[in-house]
């Protein structure tokens, strides 16, 4: 009978140095610097076979998440009004009573909430289903889903929490 022995991996001393020295770097200044000796190194022929490579998505994967903002708290929406919330910014979603999101047009607004609205200017489109919901989204699950007017959405201010999310495009 033959035995299969399975032999450690090798890797090169330069890539589990420069491995290490990524890994704990915390700024993009001392990631270039890492770059640049990762360059050197393959110049010299130091690396084995895909370990640049390994190497390279290691540092752009260091780079995303250096990139990514500290979350700051989520504003206390205990008052009626508009909270608007940026989460590129670092900014978390407060716990509002209803949702809304600004229409393709600009005309009016598309509105969840848990509650049951009735009034001019406020059209109910469906109930939100789990099973047409992202993983995200689930919580969702069983709310109303209006159309709003601009007006009606000023009038919804003065008397609820709305949250909106406002991106960086």
Known sequence: MAKIIQFPAKSSNAYTNLEQLIAVSDSTASLEQYFEVMA???????????EIEKLTEQVRQKRLDLAKPELKPAVNADTPGLYMYCPEMGE???????????????????????????????????????????????????????????RA?????????????SLLD
């Open 92 to 150: 978390q979603k407060p716990q509002c009573q209803i949702e809304a999101a600004r229409s393709y047009y600009g005309r009016h607004y598309h509105i969840s909430t848990p509650l049951e609205l009735k009034g001019r200017g406020i059209t109910f489109d469906r109930v939100l289903e789990a099973k047409s919901l992202t993983e995200r989204y689930q919580y969702k699950a069983g709310w109303n889903e209006y159309t709003v007017t601009e």
């Open 153 to 165: 959405f000023d009038m919804l201010q003065q008397k609820y929490s709305i949250s909106q999310e």
């Open 40 to 50: 050197v190194c393959d110049e010299a022929g130091y690396f084995l076979p895909g």
